[in-house]
């Protein structure tokens, strides 16, 4: 049987023992009373932030907004992007991870009115490109039957645990790129569903919120990966970025997704700190732009938290926010 070459760290390992104590904590938080709730306003952050790494330029708002059937205004093609997006994300409990003819289903529905490729694998070549230069050119098309077909062999019958085999399948998908456009989405869509076989509440873990705002060092991995001929780098970035998803939203508080937040100025104030807690060094920008808090509102609560007694160190100017011990 085919088999991806990949190396598993001593950091892989580690992570995935973390993310085993904490899935559960984060599916008793799914199970409270607001869980509904807490699903819908994850989910908006996942297409938000897939569809933003793509170069889509919407809002968390506007992405609400078009989930509620509200007119938004903004670029046709991006909020059909949108919309095919959360078309696709509702097949999600339809789809088996493991079934060629499911991934191409999915990608028909997410790439509809986009592409006249849509469900179907790519008739022609494919790279990607930093300006002029390539950074990666894909196999050929002739091949790319071929190859899927031993991904998912491989994916359905290896016994490596099931999380480093989300991360190995997703490198080999964006490696292979097999349509014509929508690699991106679907490859991340695709390790969602993988792991959702691990344990269902990885549907509602915005992990993609953390590549989003880590992007950069996404297509490092990706490249990096290439370059060494093994994608224990990439299964590094993933399993950490999974493992801090968790971190972060184990037990959040739901806010809205349109520039508010929910609750009590004690709830929010919480989950201001539990973020800033979880992400040492974070700037207000990046605070006020992940929670949904206005700037403005941001300071009062930070002054807030500082006149209960909780000490900072730092500053946007100095770095960003730390809790001081």
């Known amino acids: 049987m085919y088999s991806p070459p990949f190396t598993v760290s001593a950091k892989a390992v580690s992570n995935i023992a973390d993310i085993s104590a904490l899935v559960e904590r984060y599916a ?26 793509e170069g889509n330029s919407l809002s968390v708002g506007q992405v609400s907004d078009i989930l509620d059937g509200k007119k938004v205004v903004a670029p046709l093609r991006e909020i059909q992007e949108v919309k095919n997006a959360l078309a696709a994300y509702d097949l999600f409990d339809e789809l088996d991870p493991f079934s060629i003819d499911d991934l191409l289903k999915a990608h028909k529905t997410m790439m509809t009115a986009l592409v006249d490729e849509a469900g179907q694998f790519r008739h022609g070549g494919v790279g990607v490109f930093s300006g002029i ?41 964006e490696f292979i790129h097999p349509f014509a456009d929508g690699n991106g989405r679907m490859g991340r869509f695709w390790q969602s569903l993988i792991l959702s076989k691990l344990n269902p509440v990885f549907q509602h873990l915005p992990v993609e919120t953390m590549v989003h705002d880590n992007q950069l060092k996404y297509y490092q991995v990706l490249n990096d990966s290439t370059q060494a001929g093994d994608c224990g780098a990439f299964i590094d970035f993933m399993t950490t970025e999974i493992l801090n998803a968790l971190k972060l939203h184990k037990g959040e508080r739901v806010g ?35 929670l949904h808090i206005p700037i403005r509102t941001l300071r009062r609560y930070l002054k807030k938290l500082s006149e209960n007694g909780v000490a900072f160190i730092g500053s946007p100017k100095t770095g960003g926010y730390f809790k001081q011990k």
């Open 256 to 290: 809205t997704v349109n520039g508010t937040v929910n609750g009590t100025v004690n709830d929010v104030c919480d989950q201001i700190l539990s973020f800033i807690v979880a992400n040492p060094g974070v700037r207000a920008n990046v605070i006020s732009r992940e």
């Open 28 to 53: 008793i938080r799914l199970e409270q009373k607001d869980a509904l709730k807490l699903r819908k306003a994850n989910k908006i952050k996942t297409i938000h932030s897939s569809l933003a790494i």
């Open 133 to 173: 230069e390539a950074v990666h050119i894909a196999p050929p098309a002739n091949q790319v039957s071929g190859l899927m077909a031993e991904l998912f062999s491989w994916l359905k019958n290896a016994q490596d645990h099931l999380l480093i085999r989300s991360c190995v399948f997703h490198y080999e998908f």
